[in-house]
């Protein structure tokens, strides 16, 4: 179906050539691989960052603050700012690189303009605007962990690992499922900051499905086509959405609940 035209009823039509088209492949593997690494480092950065910022240490609500700001600041604005970071004649990224001998003086490197290093930039953005949404929801539930727990624990010869990994995940999990799932979800559907850096170039290097979606059902008037390419979304969004289910059943069990 195309915009301007009566529509038909063409059954599966869609989503068969889609089998076949190399920029859908292209855009959901991606996809899967955008959400997989950028939800790792975010979780992991905001995990370190929560536990560090639990202790006693000074001007913590000032670094709390600070770790506030990228999800504090627009996502446009954010993609902006990135697309001048790696911008190819002044990027902060490449000045470093020169100044730390890495690169000749006069050497560039096309950050946005190649695929893989495209692919790696937007990346970076996204786990730079993540962490803070992990980080904060992750400090707010280890606050809650009482402190004799800890105290127990130490009395028992416990070491920090071990606190962390007996005490603190156990207590942490049902939480960690829920922020997850909502990281996963808002990474898998991530579209301002894609289309605001690289509109999924170079070569369709960046586009995620979200964005192909778009580009082919309202830029390029193929209705029906978009639609399928949304719709194809769905059974990976459940499949996040799965996480969060089995985290808050974990919760139940834990809170001495009957899971019938």
């Known amino acids: 179906m195309r915009i301007g035209r009566g529509g038909s009823f063409i059954g599966f039509e869609n989503y068969i050539y889609l089998l076949d088209d190399r920029d859908f492949l292209r855009a959901t593997g991606f996809t899967l691989v955008y959400t997989f690494i950028a939800s790792i480092f975010k979780f992991s950065i905001g995990l370190y960052l929560a536990v560090l910022l639990n202790n006693n240490m000074p001007f913590k609500a000032l670094i709390r603050a600070v770790v506030l700001i990228p999800f504090i600041v627009p996502t446009v604005l954010s993609a902006v700012a990135f697309w001048w970071i790696f911008d190819t004649q002044f ?17 560039l490197i096309n950050w946005l303009g190649d695929p893989l290093l495209a692919q790696c930039s937007v990346i970076f953005a996204n786990i730079w605007r993540g962490i803070p949404f992990i980080a904060i929801t992750l400090l707010a539930g280890l606050q809650t962990v009482s402190p004799s727990l800890y105290e127990a624990a130490t009395l028992d010869g416990a070491s920090k690992w071990q606190m962390f990994r007996f005490v603190t995940y156990p207590l942490l999990t049902p939480i960690i499922a829920v922020v997850m799932t909502f990281s996963v979800l808002f990474t898998f559907t991530d579209f301002q900051l894609i289309w605001a850096m690289t509109r999924g170039g170079p070569v369709n290097a960046t586009h995620l499905m979200a964005t192909l979606s778009y580009q082919r059902g309202i830029l390029g008037g193929r209705l ?19 996480i969060s289910w089995f985290g808050l059943q974990r919760r139940k069990w834990q809170q001495g609940e009957n899971n019938d």
């Open 224 to 242: 029906g086509e978009g639609a399928a390419i949304a719709t194809a979304m769905v059974p990976f969004l459940l499949a996040a959405i799965m």
């Open 91 to 107: 990027s902060i990224f490449t000045w470093l690189l020169q100044k730390w001998g890495i690169l000749e003086k006069n050497q």
